[in-house]
């Protein structure tokens, strides 16, 4: 019974077994009514690792009693979902659990399509991504989707004591409780990671006694534990926020040595392309923005390719991409300036727009002035018309203040004839 792991020995089979996603599986709740009246949609749960999204599908399948088939993106292709669609098809009320579905490109999520609209399959994906940007939107607009939750404090301390108490190898320990941070902070709300680092404990504690009386769990001796066995980097741990932090710091502080060292861990440690190249692309405007546009043209790309060429050859594009980001001229105005901007609109609010700029479509909005004293740039020297666009209350508001960087410099010089004719400046 040992050789099987603490979080597998203990999945609930019913819904009434779950610890945590309430809103989802409590009484009344919208995913319990479905699967209590047998209704279930093909649906898509979106939520972090270890809060039950595979479980979830599994105590659909036991309750409903149908035809349950399992693929893992990760080792599953377009013929293993092929398949799957054929048994389905001499069935009835079958159902496809993908895990990891956002690993699975355009081309394995079209074959999915056909048989998810005529109903041979009824698709039940996990994802610990963004699904708008991870699922194709055919494919989304076809499933329902459902949000998981990290389990709070109140959730994993609930598992602890069910884990104590329940399990058949656990309950014959004499086994106390006196601290949980540890168990709480390590295991980042995620249950199954929590009930691995207790068993693992737990097996620490009775290897240095000769009998199974008085184990005491103790913050001290959890990060022992944790100490041994927790691997150097965990894509979704501490480990994870720490390192992807010290990239993006290293590219922003022009330090491309580092920048590629700390990628070199992140892809050493299994992290998921798509995520490095989207952090890069964020940054490129974040933290180089018109100092050089180039800049994320070069991370749109990047996203672009290494998401067609994956690992290993992926880490070359990526290298390229953080080397020149990193050694690129950097500003930080065109954040500053969105800032600035959505501030002023949660003071002012939702400020007319002045008449010259509106837009005037129909002869009644004419004569109400809509686009009236209009003046447009290119009939001007420069092409440049001296008039306001933003609203009165906030006339002659500076909100882009360009960066001092030979790219923003020029473009300083650019605006300043405009804004000293406008502003005075």
């Not at 995913?31 to 999204?53: C, D």
């Amino acid at each position: 019974m040992t050789t099987i792991p603490l979080a597998e020995r203990l999945r609930p089979k019913t819904l009434n077994e779950l610890i945590g996603q309430e809103h989802l599986t409590g009484k009344g709740s919208i995913l319990r009514n479905a699967i209590e009246n047998k209704t279930i949609p093909s649906m898509i749960l979106w939520g972090p690792p270890g809060v039950g999204k595979t479980t979830i599908a599994n105590i659909i399948a036991h309750t409903l009693q149908v035809p349950f088939y399992t693929l893992s993106a990760i080792s599953s292709g377009v013929k293993e979902v092929r398949e799957v669609i054929e048994k389905a098809k001499h069935e009835q009320n079958a159902i496809l659990f993908i895990d990891e579905i956002h690993r699975f490109n355009k081309g394995q999520q079209d074959a999915l399509l056909g048989a998810v609209e005529k109903g041979i399959i009824t698709l039940i994906g996990a994802t610990t991504e963004n699904p708008s940007f991870e699922v194709n939107s055919a494919l989304l607009s076809r499933c329902q989707v459902y949000i998981l939750k990290a389990l709070d404090k109140e959730g994993l301390i609930k598992l602890i004591d069910h884990a104590i108490k329940e399990d058949d190898f656990l309950s014959k320990k004499n086994i106390r409780i006196e601290e949980t941070e540890a168990l709480i902070n390590l295991s980042g709300g995620d249950a199954r990671r929590l009930l691995n680092l207790l068993e693992l404990t737990v097996n620490q504690l009775s290897l240095n006694k000769k009998s199974d009386d008085n184990i005491v769990i103790t913050d001290d001796v959890v990060f022992h534990a944790a100490q041994q066995k927790v691997a150097l980097y965990d894509k979704k741990g501490e480990q994870h926020y720490d390192i992807i932090s010290a990239f993006i710091k290293s590219i922003r502080g022009s330090d491309p040595n580092a920048a590629v060292y700390w990628m070199a861990r992140m892809i050493e440690g299994g992290e998921d392309v798509k995520f490095i190249a989207r952090r890069m692309v964020i940054l490129a405007s974040e933290d180089i923005g018109n100092a050089n546009p180039t800049a994320l043209v070069l991370a749109t790309n990047t996203f672009q390719a290494v998401n067609m060429i994956g690992y290993p050859e992926a880490r070359i594009i990526l290298s390229q991409c953080a080397t020149y980001l990193a050694s690129s001229p950097k500003s930080n105005a065109s954040l500053e300036a969105i800032g600035k901007a959505q501030a002023l609109v949660t003071q002012y609010g939702d400020l007319p727009v002045p008449l010259a700029i509106r837009n005037a479509p129909t002869k009644l909005m004419k004569n109400l002035d809509y686009g009236k004293n209009y003046q447009y740039a290119h009939s001007f020297e420069n092409n440049f018309a001296n008039m306001e666009f933003l609203p009165d209350e906030i006339k002659n508001t500076l909100l882009y203040n360009p960066g001092k960087n030979a790219r923003e410099e020029e473009l300083r010089k650019f605006l300043k004839l405009r804004w000293k004719e406008k502003y005075g400046y």
